[in-house]
């Protein structure tokens, strides 16, 4: 686990340095001057209070604890990661715990309402790809 939370960190420095603008992430055709700014409240479990973390891109910014790694984070993420997984997709019905997360705001100019658990393969997955970087929260 460890190994993985440290690749994921390390990309997401590497992908944050790049110079030449081309972020190779979904959304490397857009105009520049799009804005990202997005309100994430993570809930670990249904005793434990929600946390609120504001996240600007382009500069990175707002209280979230690492804005640098979640913006590039979420500069190299395949498209559709914020869409909900289709009602007629197949997913293991494997339970990843109680965490849950509301992303809601604007990315690189798009609106965003967006809702992650953890209660099946597929929303297992969705989760994993922003990780705990973005979501700032440990899993337990």
Do not use: K
Not at 64 to 70: G, L, V, Y
């Amino acid at each position: 686990m460890r190994r993985y939370v440290l690749t994921l960190v390390a990309g997401a420095l590497l992908a944050g340095c790049s110079g030449s603008g081309d972020t190779g992430g979904w959304h490397a055709n857009e105009p520049d001057g799009s804005t990202t700014a997005l309100t994430i409240v993570v809930t670990p479990d249904a005793e434990a209070a929600s946390t609120t973390y504001t996240l600007t891109c382009d500069p990175a910014g707002g209280d979230h604890p690492q804005p640098e790694q979640a913006c590039g984070l979420l500069a190299n993420l395949e498209a559709g990661v914020l869409d909900p997984v289709p009602a007629d997709r197949a997913c293991t019905e494997v339970y990843g715990g109680p965490q849950t997360a509301t992303v809601t705001g604007t990315y690189d100019g798009e609106d965003v309402s967006a809702t992650f658990d953890r209660t099946n393969g597929c929303e297992i997955d969705r989760w994993e790809q922003l990780g705990t970087t973005f979501f700032a929260v440990p899993l337990q």
